[in-house]
């Protein structure tokens, strides 16, 4: 039986300040545990039971196995040189955020670099939402706006803006750096200048009444699926 003290602790780690202060985060599902022991990250607990996970679960309807693991060490961020990666202006939804990493691996993209108003990716729902993706593609959080500089002045940086070109009718490189903004506000305006290759997601339905914008996740889906697409 999970003792009360281990409770405590797992449910602290709800908070990014408890997942900072245990170097611990919560994974749950049969799927999402064993995808990320199969990565190799450290499981300090899991648990099987029904009883001890429902005491535990920050899930409204808890599944069949929670994990409790240490939190991978930060990797030396090498930048992309030859490949496709993404890169979060302050995406602050957990379901948004794991669902764009669920995307990432989807489309065969290992590397998402994340300004520090972007959510934690290790929250629990951000977790979930990855469905183990996390287990594969690699979160990088700092100074977003560093890191795009110390791209080279050629490199393609492209963002999805009102003032962009049809996505459909644009060349694509096969790399590059694809930005996507906050829900809300999009890209700040400093990372707004960084975009060298603007981008547009045209509507095709008829008449003037139409959805106003797209989802921060689902734009990511159509934007990187174009990009494979064209390789």
């Not at 506000?185 to 106003?212: D, Q, W, Y």
Request: charged residues 25%.
């Amino acid at each position: 039986m999970i003792s009360k003290n281990k409770i405590k602790l797992i449910r602290s780690l709800e908070t990014k300040k408890g997942r900072e202060k245990h170097q611990l985060f919560v994974a749950e599902g049969p799927k999402v545990v064993a995808d990320l022991v199969a990565a190799g990250y450290h499981a300090e607990d899991i648990f099987d039971e029904e009883d001890d996970i429902k005491k535990v679960s920050f899930l409204q309807h808890p599944q069949a196995k929670l994990g409790v693991f240490r939190l991978p060490e930060p990797d030396k961020v090498l930048l992309p040189t030859n490949e496709l990666a993404l890169a979060l202006d302050g995406v602050q939804d957990p379901g948004n955020l794991g669902t764009i990493i669920r995307i990432a691996d989807w489309f065969g993209i290992k590397h998402i670099f994340c300004s520090m108003e972007t959510a934690d990716c290790w929250n629990p729902k951000v977790v979930q939402a990855t469905m183990g993706s996390i287990a594969r593609v690699k979160l990088h959080y700092g100074d977003l706006k560093a890191v795009l500089n110390a791209l080279p002045d050629d490199y393609p940086v492209y963002g999805t803006l009102l003032d962009g070109d049809d996505i459909y009718k644009q060349s694509l490189t096969a790399h590059g750096m694809i930005i996507m903004g906050n829900e809300g506000k999009g890209m700040t305006e400093e990372i707004r200048k960084c975009v060298n290759r603007k981008l547009f997601i045209p509507h095709f339905a008829s008449g003037e009444s139409h959805a106003e914008s797209l989802n921060v996740a689902i734009a990511t889906a159509i934007v990187c699926s174009e990009f494979r697409r064209r390789r």
